[in-house]
């Protein structure tokens, strides 16, 4: 049974960092792309940071609002992806959700896939930034 659980959110002032984590059971997380996504009150939910690791070797991608400011990572031993949100602004408030791709991808995908292409989500952490 695959599940994702969320943890690290918080509050914070303007400048400030959390680390968000996904632990995630029933899956490996090889060659499947993990992604973390975030929904304001009233807004659409919109990627983040996404990572496909594979044999190995790591992909990122990172949408231009957290790129320079977060970093996507992972234990393989632990199962779990992390979120490391730095010089956090308060249009960063929104819930964070972790997310698992649908598909099994022997490459990796040449963009951050859309949220369309996840088919389990985690329940959500809130993160505040306070100015």
């Known amino acids: 049974q695959v599940q994702l659980l969320e943890s690290g959110g918080g509050s914070v002032q303007t400048g400030g960092s959390l680390r968000l984590s996904c632990a995630a059971s029933?899956?490996?997380?090889?060659?499947?792309?993990m992604g973390w996504f975030r929904q304001a009150p009233g807004k659409e939910r919109e990627g983040v940071a996404a990572?496909?690791?594979?044999?190995?070797?790591?992909?990122?991608y990172y949408a231009d609002s957290a790129k320079g400011r977060f970093t996507i990572s992972l234990d393989y031993a632990k199962n779990t992806v992390y979120l490391q949100m730095n010089s956090l602004k308060p249009e960063d408030t929104a819930m964070y959700y972790c997310?698992?791709?649908?598909?099994?991808?022997?490459?990796?995908?040449?963009?951050?896939?859309?949220?369309?292409?996840?088919?389990?989500w985690g329940q959500g952490t809130q993160v505040t930034v306070s100015s």
């Open positions: 990572i496909y690791p594979s044999d190995g070797r790591t992909y990122y």
């Open positions: 997310a698992r791709d649908a598909s099994f991808r022997p490459f990796p995908p040449a963009t951050m896939p859309m949220k369309d292409a996840y088919n389990y």
């Open positions: 029933g899956f490996t997380l090889n060659r499947r792309v």
